[in-house]
Antibody
Framework: QITLKESGPTLVKPTQTLTLTCTFS??????????VGWIRQPPGKALEWLAL???????RYSPSLKSRLTITKDTSKNQVVLTMTNMDPVDTATYYC????????????WGQGTMVTVSS | QSVLTQPPSVSGAPGQRVTISCTGS?????????VHWYQQLPGTAPKLLIY???NRPSGVPDRFSGSKSGTSASLAITGLQAEDEADYYC????????????FGGGTKLTVL
């Protein structure tokens, strides 16, 4: 059974860097084809894909946020970490990590999400 | 503004059939990339509802079906039930510089 869970601060100040951790179980990020992505959702708004990391450390970023994002993995800890620099109130959202379905671009299992508020 | 376009809302009475459209372009749906659908119940994380245009994950009722044609896709829900009231999102992959994984703006389904 695959599970993912996000963790990190609930409140960050403008200009600060956000660091979120996705801790997962039920699969290994060293297995060929596996990927973990991050998606966010501002309150009352749509889903927005942010980044994804593959088993081979290949990384993909949203072009509009690429300069602010870094995604890394720690295979031994079963974790994926997303950092976002220069946080702004418009980045207030629920942040989800999700498992990429093998052989597909779908996200088949999602974490519960973590709400991050950006405010001074 | 989302890369994939969905109607903001749809509604139907219990037992009825509703459809939700998802319109893309030649760099995503029209390029042959699959469309996936997610259901998001209030206050919860999205759940994969349809993958690969028309496939249902285990446990998803066959009242939910998906289709794709050209640069568009549709989600159909038959025999509407009160528990189907949720937000629905389509998602695909885009090969242009605008994004990779792309979502629709979401559609709120209201069961009357």
């Amino acid at each position: 059974q695959i599970t993912l869970k996000e963790s990190g601060p609930t409140l960050v100040k403008p200009t600060q860097t956000l660091t979120l951790t996705c801790t997962f179980s039920g699969f290994s990020l060293s297995t060929s084809g596996v990927g973990v992505g991050w998606i966010r959702q501002p309150p009352g708004k749509a889903l927005e894909w942010l980044a994804l990391i593959y088993w081979d450390d290949d990384k993909r970023y949203s072009p509009s946020l690429k300069s602010r994002l870094t995604i890394t993995k720690d295979t031994s800890k079963n974790q994926v970490v997303l950092t976002m620099t220069n946080m702004d109130p418009v980045d207030t959202a629920t942040y989800y990590c999700a498992h990429r379905q093998g052989g597909s671009y779908a996200f088949d299992i999602w974490g519960q999400g973590t709400m991050v508020t950006v405010s001074s | 503004q989302s890369v994939l376009t969905q109607p903001p809302s749809v509604s139907g009475a219990p037992g009825q059939r509703v459809t939700i459209s998802c319109t893309g372009s030649s760099s995503n749906i029209g390029a042959g990339y699959d469309v996936h659908w997610y259901q998001q119940l209030p206050g919860t994380a999205p759940k994969l509802l349809i993958y690969g245009n028309s496939n249902r994950p285990s446990g998803v009722p066959d009242r939910f079906s998906g289709s794709k044609s050209g640069t568009s896709a549709s989600l159909a829900i038959t025999g509407l039930q009160a528990e189907d009231e949720a937000d629905y999102y389509c998602q695909s992959y885009d090969s242009s510089l605008s994004a990779f994984w792309v979502f629709g703006g979401g559609t709120k389904l209201t069961v009357l």
